[in-house]
């Protein structure tokens, strides 16, 4: 586990200013070294270097009692293609001309000024966004059922996952809970939410695109930790172990992507991964009946030569000891109370 996320390795930058009698001269050389976009320090979130050169030259000329200076800047000199946050990449190239008058400078300053302040302000104001309340039924008292949460998975690349939770004994629903309840997570909730489940006294939430799986109190919502997992999708359990699996590659269609993993073996008393098991490609949901693990086997990144396989695991040896053709393209898996499993396919009638 490296820095948090969006924090470089290194990072530095080198200022030279000059003048002479009329004319002066900026020079700005600006670094940030190797980043990760998630607090999992995994080749998935790694983020490459980036640097700019920017100059500009100013010109002072004098007009009575009015001064004017005429600037014009380059910025991103060598057109740096760079991202700061993931999915907003930054401009190249970029010409800019200024003309000010000396009498506008108190002014502007003041200007600059209640700008950086009110930003600083929204920034604050932005950075908890506190849950919405909403009575949509009656309570109810005296059930087992205390209520569900709901995982939402937000848009893909704009780390907007968020978390909600209806109080069946209450009657309200909680919009948006899991910032309010982690002021101190940056990202908050992370990017995609994919799947919830409750196993004891922890809930967790597979955060697909940021790469892990968020751990919290079920009574609180608070976090306790992540567990780095690349490409997670779904989560299942069995005596003392989750099982999730994972794409293991970038989130990316290529005709060449690699085999899953299945279902890595976390521990969930110690919250670390134990073993890992390769199955087909692109595994999504499971179901597991007895002492056997089901996995259905995607192939959706390699479209159109999509797997058609569901990969039997043998728990106790966590090895695969059966591969089942079944169809294209398989995701979601349902069991039965006689034992059945009902797999759904992508093929085309």
Known sequence: MGPDSYIPWHGGSIILNGSYQTWSCNYSFIYTGERY?????IPENYAQPWYTHDFSLSKNFSMGKTGIRVTAEINNIFNQQYEVVQCYPMPGTSFKNQIKRHVMRISVLSIIICFVLLSTSCREDERIIPSTPNQVTPGVSGTSVKGFFLLNEGNMGSNKATLDYFDYETGIYHKNIYAERNPGVVQELGDVGNDIQIYGNKLYAIINCSHFVEVMNVETAKHITQISIPNCRYIVFKDKYAYVSSYAGPVKIDPNARLGYVARKVDTTTLTVKDTCVVGYQP????????????????????????????????NTFKVIKTIDVGINLHRMELDQYGNIYVSSGRLL
């Open 37 to 41: 976009e998630a607090v999992a320090n």
């Open 284 to 315: 999504e949901e499971m179901v597991i009946v007895g002492n056997k693990l089901y996995v259905a086997n995607s192939g959706g990144y390699r479209v159109p030569n999509y797997d058609r396989t569901v990969s039997v695991i043998d728990l």
